[in-house]
Nanobody, 123 residues
Framework: QVQLVESGGGLVQAGDSLRLSCVASGRTFSSYSMGWFRQAPGKEREFVAA????????RIADSVKGRFTIARDNAKNTVYLQMNSLKPEDTAIYYCAATSRAIARIMAQYDYWGQGTQVTVSS
């Protein structure tokens, strides 16, 4: 089992930055590829970013490419999502997820999920 706890969300203005963190506990963090997903009100959950076990490979959704980056610190059992130049359409609950598979964009490939952290971007 892996427990994931997200933090760092909040209310910001358009153009601001936020850094989300997700701390993992349980099994060896470095054994898992990690991902970030988000779900806006009335919409389906969507892929945002993913990072491989060692951090050498990343995937970023086209909708946030150039603004968001993903990183991990295996010594701290933590994965980060740096969000710059935030837009109102980035408003959503952001979820951290872990998979024992290779880096993935598909929700169904993830085994463990956090409870989410709310990000609200005002115009």
């Amino acid at each position: 089992q892996v427990q994931l706890v997200e933090s760092g969300g909040g209310l910001v203005q358009a153009g601001d930055s936020l850094r989300l963190s997700c701390v993992a506990s349980g099994r060896t963090f470095s054994s898992y590829s990690m991902g970030w997903f988000r779900q806006a009100p009335g919409k389906e959950r969507e892929f945002v970013a993913a990072i491989s076990w060692g951090g050498s490979s990343t995937r970023i959704a086209d909708s946030v490419k150039g603004r968001f980056t993903i990183a991990r610190d295996n010594a701290k059992n933590t994965v980060y999502l740096q969000m710059n130049s935030l837009k109102p359409e980035d408003t959503a609950i952001y979820y951290c997820a872990a998979t024992s598979r290779a880096i993935a964009r598909i929700m169904a490939q993830y085994d463990y999920w956090g409870q989410g952290t709310q990000v609200t971007v005002s115009s």
